[in-house]
């Protein structure tokens, strides 16, 4: 069995279950969850220069520009805990451009996994979406609310979770998933999103746990 540890990228459509599911994987096996998105909110909320320059392409719904995001990226990933407990990359590479700037510096996953989730099903998803800013948590109003009054009053909602935007979020989506996909067709695995966040995670385990990932899960 290699000794290596596992190299995971999760994608798929705005609010299709990514950061849920990185809750779960990261709890069973360890990994570094590094979300772009949470990385992005993070500098915009401590005021940095990559915070300043992302935060009007994420109101708007936009995606941010390659060379503000890919730097960043590589840097993280090339920190010892990624090396010692493998990675689960969340939001990137989400263009042609990104996925070629990782195969350029060495960095191929064991899995792409893909959550499809239709568009109908999203606009629920992100309209109720909440998170808890003291523990990172994601909860939804409808499908997972709060567990207590005390986390309820403390819950934050998105900037850019309205319909409005989501609208243009599921766009620039479509624009470049099948480019992005296309470089990982060995690797990929689609799995169907819009079943419980449970069965989900299950069929994720199946497929962390197969033969192609097996080496760096074990
Ligand atoms: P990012 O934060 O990555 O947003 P996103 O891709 O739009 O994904 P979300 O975080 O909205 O959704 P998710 O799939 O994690 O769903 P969740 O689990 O929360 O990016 C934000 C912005 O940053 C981008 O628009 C862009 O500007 C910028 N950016 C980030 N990365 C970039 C990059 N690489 N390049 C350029 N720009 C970049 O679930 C959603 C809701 O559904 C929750 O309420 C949840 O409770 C619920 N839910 C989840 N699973 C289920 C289920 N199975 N059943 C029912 N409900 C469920």
Same mark, same amino acid.
């Given at each position: 069995m290699a000794a290596d540890v596992p190299k995971i990228i999760i994608a798929g459509a705005p609010a299709s279950g990514k950061g849920t599911q990185c809750e779960l994987i990261k709890a069973k096996y360890g990994v570094v969850h590094l979300s772009t998105g949470d990385m992005l909110r993070e500098a915009v909320a401590a005021g940095t220069e990559l915070g300043r320059q992302a935060k009007d392409f994420m109101d708007n719904g936009k995606l941010v520009p390659d060379e503000l995001i890919i730097g960043v990226v590589q840097d993280r990933l090339a920190q010892p805990d990624c090396a010692a407990r493998g990675w689960l990359l969340d939001g990137? &590479? %989400?263009t042609k451009a990104q996925a070629d700037a990782l195969a350029a510096g060495g960095v191929a996953p064991h899995a792409f996994i893909v959550l499809d989730v239709p568009e109908v099903l999203l606009v629920e998803r992100v309209v109720g979406r909440r998170t808890? &800013?003291? !523990?990172g948590k994601i909860y939804h109003m409808t499908y997972f609310p709060p567990e207590s009054e005390e986390v309820r009053a403390r819950l934050v909602q998105r900037a850019d979770d309205t319909e409005e935007k989501i609208v243009v979020r599921v766009a620039q989506f479509k624009e470049n998933c099948a480019a992005v996909e296309g470089c990982y067709r060995d690797v990929l695995v689609q799995i169907d999103? !819009? %079943?419980?966040k449970d069965v989900v995670f299950a069929d994720i385990t199946l497929a962390m746990e197969s033969e192609t990932i097996v080496a760096a899960a074990a």
């Open positions: 990137f &590479p %989400r808890d &800013p003291a !523990t999103g !819009t %079943r419980s």
